[in-house]
């Protein structure tokens, strides 16, 4: 059976839903990524599977999510449960889902990011201005 599933552009896809920019990953990834090289990744079938955890734990999305989102299915699946203009309607009286906390929570996590990336930009320039003056 042929493979459908695109790991990389599942990757670029949860990426852009969390609105991470590649040079925010590259930066979680540590010093052997840049932005090319996450826009390359992006565009592979299949990634190793070190890389996928690390993807996986700067992101924080499971694993299996770059592994399994077939977007084919996921639209056929949708197209054939609601293709009769039928109205979904799922009951839940106990719902955990928060979405203010939850944008409250991804804004605070943007933002200790963009702190850590300013503070390694300034610990570079100190740098180069030491190397200058020498």
Known sequence: MEQKIHQGRNVKRFREM???????????????????????????????????????????????????????????????????????????DNPTFHPVEQILKLHEEKIALYERMLKEKDEMMDRLEKLINK
Do not use: C
């Open 18 to 92: 969390l609105g991470i920019k590649q040079e925010a990953l590259a930066f979680d990834l540590g010093e052997d990524w840049n932005q090319k090289k996450i826009s390359m990744l992006e565009q592979k079938d299949i990634i190793e599977d070190d890389i996928l955890k690390a993807i996986s734990t700067a992101l924080k999305i499971p694993v299996e999510a770059f592994q399994n989102f077939d977007e084919e299915l996921a639209v056929n699946v949708i197209a054939n449960t609601f293709g009769d203009h039928s109205i979904g309607f799922q009951r839940n």
